[in-house]
């Protein structure tokens, strides 16, 4: 795995490939900054923004983000080997003061992180993990986004999901195994 572009581009991540973590693929992370980047159906940029990265495993998608400007990423990671991965990202890519750390569950952080609003939010749940869908009910009532926001779910193919309530769906892509959902909150 690497960095595609951005301050860091080329630069490795260390990464682990487990049965509850499962990192984005190169390819298909370069095509999710490729749309935020370039589609006329999203209004929000990388560079400045405050990126929420939810079920972060190692951080490839919030390290990319911080390589392309991000002023600020939370990364939200419960498994202990992949926040120890994680770490480590961090520390050889010197970017610990955009960064913040958070070793939960993702339900326990709503609690207290109440207050942030966020740009853009990357959810990567376990495809077998269906309680992300609640956690968007409540990032969505609770109002933790800008008003240009954009929500980046990575599902399984297959996957069915109740998503309408909670988001209105603005692009689906589909790569090999998984899906790519743009969305914003309704």
């Known amino acids: ?26 390819f298909v992370k370069e095509n999710i900054f490729n ?8 209004n929000q940029k990388i560079n400045n923004s405050k990126v929420l990265d939810l079920y972060s495993g190692v951080g490839s998608f919030g390290l990319e983000c911080i390589s ?3 002023k600020k990423v939370t990364f ?20 610990n003061k955009y960064a913040e750390l958070i070793n939960d569950k993702i339900e326990n952080i709503i609690k207290w992180h109440h207050k942030n609003r966020y740009d853009i939010f990357f959810f990567d749940p376990p495809f077998k993990k269906k ?6 009910e409540i990032f969505r009532k609770k109002k933790l986004y800008t008003r240009q926001h954009i929500i ?15 988001i209105k769906i603005i692009l689906t892509k589909e790569y090999r195994r998984s899906k790519i959902i743009f969305a914003k909150f309704s």
């Open 1 to 26: 795995m690497r960095i595609i572009s951005g301050k860091f581009k080329g630069k490795k991540i260390e990464y682990t490939k487990t049965s509850l973590i499962r990192p984005l693929k190169d």
């Open 35 to 42: 749309i935020l980047s370039h589609s006329n159906l999203i």
């Open 68 to 70: 392309r400007g991000a």
């Open 76 to 95: 939200v990671e419960e498994d202990n080997k992949a926040i120890s991965i994680l770490k480590k990202n961090l520390q050889n890519l010197s970017i």
């Open 131 to 136: 309680n992300f869908e609640e956690v968007l």
């Open 152 to 166: 980046i779910l990575h599902r399984e193919i297959n996957s069915i999901d109740n998503l309408e309530q909670n």
